[in-house]
C-alpha cells in the first residue's frame, strides 16, 4: 500500500488480523484486530481526540456489518442463531461497545449512528441492557429501495404494501435514522433521485421560464413525497443526505483514472436554490417546512398506526404523533371524496400540502378549509375524513383542538 497503516512496519498484522482475516474480500481494505489492547487504545484515543480538538458531538461508524462478523458482510443473515454463532467478530463488538462507553462517557449528549444493514440484535440499546450502545442504526435500506424502484418499476406497479414494509421494517425500541438518498447513490458512479426522476430535462426545464414538462412536473411530486414518506414514517431521526434537500442534479465524482482525473463533478451546486428562476427552490422550501412542522408537532419519537395500503388506488394513510398523513402516489387518479378512516376526531386543518404553490405544485388542494370528522368506522378507525386527493401529492392534517 503506498499510505495508511497497512504493512508500514513491514509486516500485515501490527494493527490488523493477519491473512484473509484482515482483508475485506470486495473493499479492498484491512481489518483491525480489535483484541489487540494497543489496537484498542489507538482507535479509541482516535475518538477522544476528535471530541477534545475538533468538539464532535456526534460520530457515524461506517462499515460495521464489515466489522461485526468474520465474513465480513458478505454471508447471510437467516436466523437469530446467526446472530450469536461463530461466525461473530465478539472483538469487534467489544470494541464497539467500549467506544460507545467511552463517548457518552466524554459527552453525555453525543450521539452514535451505525451502519449495519445486518440487523444485529441489541446494536442500539444501552450498554446496562448488555447491548452495544449505539443511539441510532442508518436505515440503509430505505435509499436502496426507492433507488430500485425509480430504476426499475413503472410508477404504476409501484407496491405499496411493500413501500410501508421497507419504512417500518425495524426492531421495536431499536431507534433508526431514515433517509431518501446516499452516498451510494450519488457518490459512487450512480445518480442523484432527482436525476433518475428528471434526467436530462433537468438541464433544459428546471427555469421557471420553461413550461412545466410531465417529466419535471412527475420528478418535483414524487421527491418531495418520497422525503415526506421517509421521514414521517421511516424512523426515529431522518437524515438529508447534502444536496437531497433541493434536488440536486448528477452525482458527485473526484478525480480517479476511471474519469481522467477530472475535476468536474468534485462539488456541490449550491448555487442552485439560491437562483429564483430555477425550480430548485420550491424543493428546497418543501425539505424547510416539513423540517420546520416536526418542530412544532413533533412525531418522530411517536409510534405510528398504517391504517390504509390501497393497492389499486396507490393511497398510503398514517397517523404519527397526533398528526394524520395521506399519500396518493397515483400516477394518473385523482379522487374526490376520498373516505380515510382516523382516531383523531374533529375539525382538521391541512399543515402541509406538497401541491402547495409554495413548492411548484398546481394548487388543487384547499389549503385553508376545514375538514371535519364523521362517526364513520373505515379503515378499522372509528372516524373518518373525506378528502379530495390530486394524484402524485401528499398532505399532513392535524385536530384544529391540538394546534
Request: charged content about 25%; overall charge negative; some cysteine.
Amino acid at each position: 500500500v503506498a499510505d495508511g497503516l497497512s504493512m508500514f512496519d513491514g509486516t500485515d498484522h501490527c494493527y490488523f488480523h493477519s491473512g484473509p482475516l484482515g482483508s475485506h474480500p470486495v473493499w479492498d481494505s484491512r481489518l483491525f484486530n480489535y483484541s489487540n489492547y494497543e489496537v484498542l487504545r489507538f482507535l479509541l484515543s482516535n475518538l477522544r481526540w476528535f471530541i477534545e480538538k475538533y468538539q464532535f458531538d456526534g460520530f457515524r461508524f461506517d462499515g460495521v456489518q464489515s466489522m461485526l462478523y468474520k465474513h465480513r458482510g458478505q454471508g447471510h443473515i437467516e436466523k437469530f442463531d446467526d446472530y450469536f454463532g461463530s461466525s461473530v467478530d465478539g472483538d469487534a463488538i467489544m470494541y464497539l461497545t467500549l467506544a460507545n462507553d467511552l463517548l457518552h462517557s466524554l459527552r453525555p449528549n453525543m450521539i452514535t449512528i451505525s451502519e449495519d444493514v445486518s440487523g444485529m440484535v441489541t446494536m442500539c440499546r444501552p450498554i446496562s441492557e448488555g447491548g452495544m450502545g449505539f443511539d441510532y442504526r442508518l436505515a440503509m435500506g430505505i435509499p436502496d429501495k426507492w433507488i430500485a424502484m425509480l430504476k426499475k418499476l413503472k410508477d404504476e406497479d409501484w407496491d405499496m404494501g411493500n413501500i410501508v414494509y421497507t419504512l417500518t421494517n425495524r426492531r421495536y425500541k431499536e431507534p433508526c435514522i431514515a433517509y431518501a438518498e446516499s452516498h451510494d447513490q450519488s457518490l459512487v458512479g450512480d445518480k442523484t433521485m432527482a436525476f433518475w426522476l428528471m434526467d436530462k430535462e433537468m438541464y433544459e426545464n428546471m427555469s421557471v421560464l420553461s413550461p412545466m414538462t410531465p417529466v419535471i412536473s412527475r420528478g418535483l411530486a414524487l421527491h418531495k413525497m418520497i422525503r415526506l414518506i421517509t421521514f414521517a414514517l421511516g424512523g426515529e431521526g431522518y437524515l438529508t443526505f447534502f444536496g437531497n434537500e433541493f434536488g440536486h442534479p448528477e452525482w458527485v465524482d473526484f478525480p480517479r483514472a476511471g474519469n481522467n482525473d477530472s475535476c468536474h463533478h468534485a462539488r456541490r451546486r449550491w448555487d442552485l436554490p439560491k437562483d429564483q428562476l430555477l425550480r430548485y427552490r420550491f424543493l428546497r422550501a418543501f425539505e424547510r417546512d416539513m423540517l420546520h412542522l416536526e418542530g412544532k408537532y413533533p412525531w418522530l419519537t411517536s409510534a405510528q398506526y398504517v391504517q390504509l395500503k390501497n393497492e389499486k388506488d396507490k393511497v398510503i394513510a398514517f397517523e404519527r404523533g397526533g398528526s394524520l398523513f395521506i399519500f396518493n402516489f397515483h400516477p394518473e387518479k385523482s379522487f374526490s371524496d376520498y373516505r380515510i378512516g382516523t382516531s383523531l376526531a374533529g375539525k382538521h386543518r391541512i399543515l402541509l400540502n406538497s401541491d402547495d404553490a409554495a413548492y411548484e405544485g398546481f394548487k388543487r388542494i384547499n389549503a385553508a378549509g376545514e375538514y371535519f370528522t364523521a362517526p364513520t368506522p373505515t379503515d378499522g378507525l372509528p372516524h373518518s375524513l373525506q378528502l379530495y386527493l390530486p394524484s402524485r401529492t401528499c398532505m399532513v392534517l392535524r385536530p384544529e383542538h391540538a394546534l
